[in-house]
């Protein structure tokens, strides 16, 4: 079973930037797919960014397209969400989780992080 946990969270400011680490332990991790979701007070769940095992493919939300990065460190069992030109409405608290197969649906993926909070001021 692989845990989750996420770090790098905070308050910035709109058009500041952050970036979101996701540290896993347990030796499944390479194999899995990864995916970050973020939820607002009141809002459900939804779907941010998604990526391969291999780091082959990525997915974003058209939300965050063009301004996060998804990326993976298989050797430090490590996914990250490098999040830019931050806006007021991206505040929430962000979710990586791990999934049985790459996908932008909260069902797909078993296995989630605590979360990490994500303060944009306008």
């Known amino acids: 079973q692989v845990q989750l946990v996420e770090s790098g969270g905070g308050l910035v400011q709109a058009g500041d930037s952050l970036r979101l680490s996701c540290a896993a332990s347990?030796?499944?991790?390479?194999?899995?797919?990864m995916g970050w979701f973020r939820q607002a007070p009141g809002k459900e769940r939804e779907f941010v960014s998604a990526?391969?095992?291999?780091?082959?493919?990525?997915s974003y939300a058209d939300s965050v397209k063009g301004r996060f990065t998804v990326s993976r460190d298989n050797a430090k069992l490590t996914v990250y969400l490098q999040m830019n030109s931050l806006k007021p409405e991206d505040t929430a608290v962000y979710y990586c989780a791990g999934g049985s197969r790459f996908s932008r649906n909260v069902a797909d993926f078993g296995f989630w992080g605590q979360g990490t909070q994500v303060t944009v001021s306008s």
């Open positions: 990526i391969t095992p291999s780091s082959g493919i990525t």
């Open positions: 347990g030796r499944t991790f390479s194999s899995n797919p």
